[in-house]
């Protein structure tokens, strides 16, 4: 990234604001990598104090997208200082859901989703990022309705020889450990 070399200043002049030019200068001087695990794909900043307002550089530090989604998920320790109302959101799943639902239908803005296509653009996570992210979904089941969904894609798809070969594998692999008690 080249915004990584320009200064505070050259930043102010050509027109960033205020929490871009400390999230620039927060990567810099982190040096580009995650302060937890020392990767340099998909990297975060992060408030310590969960306040998003609070751009003080003490406030903020570099983490990559792992590393980011443990900071938010709290541990016995942090439950305790929480409010009651902050632990009920983590782990009530009808209050999740209810959060959740607020932002089900709201539509981003044509700015909005360019700028997100293009802080994707040429991401390529490492071997180890991937299997950070595997990790996190292990255990994790999917709903009826993302399945449904999901078939529902496939549907009509032409796969290649190759891939079907694969595929049979793959089932073939899975059945064979099912069957062994």
């Known amino acids: 990234m080249t915004i990584l070399f320009l200064t505070e200043a050259d930043?102010?002049?050509a027109g960033f604001s205020e929490r871009s030019i400390r999230r620039a200068i927060t990567l810099k001087r982190d040096k580009g990598m995650c302060k937890d695990c020392k990767t340099k794909q998909s990297l975060h900043v992060h408030h310590n104090d969960r306040d998003s307002d609070n751009n003080r550089l003490r406030n903020l530090v570099?983490?990559?997208v792992v590393c980011h989604g443990k900071r938010h998920t709290p541990d016995?320790?942090?439950k305790k200082r929480m409010k009651a109302s902050q632990i009920?959101?983590?782990?009530?799943?009808?209050?999740r859901s209810r959060l959740s639902e607020r932002q089900k239908g709201r539509k981003h803005s044509a700015e909005t989703k360019r700028k997100m296509s293009l802080s994707r653009k040429g991401w390529n996570p490492s071997t180890e990022t991937r299997k950070k992210m595997g990790l996190s979904q292990k255990g994790r089941k999917h709903t009826q309705e993302s399945r449904r969904k999901m078939s529902d894609a496939g549907k009509g798809r032409v796969l290649s020889d190759e891939h079907k070969a694969r595929i049979g594998v793959a089932l073939t692999d899975s059945w064979k450990?099912?069957?062994k008690p």
């Open 11 to 13: 930043l102010k002049r």
């Open 62 to 64: 570099t983490l990559c």
């Open 76 to 78: 016995e320790e942090t």
């Open 88 to 95: 009920l959101r983590f782990s009530d799943p009808a209050e």
């Open 177 to 179: 450990r099912k069957k």
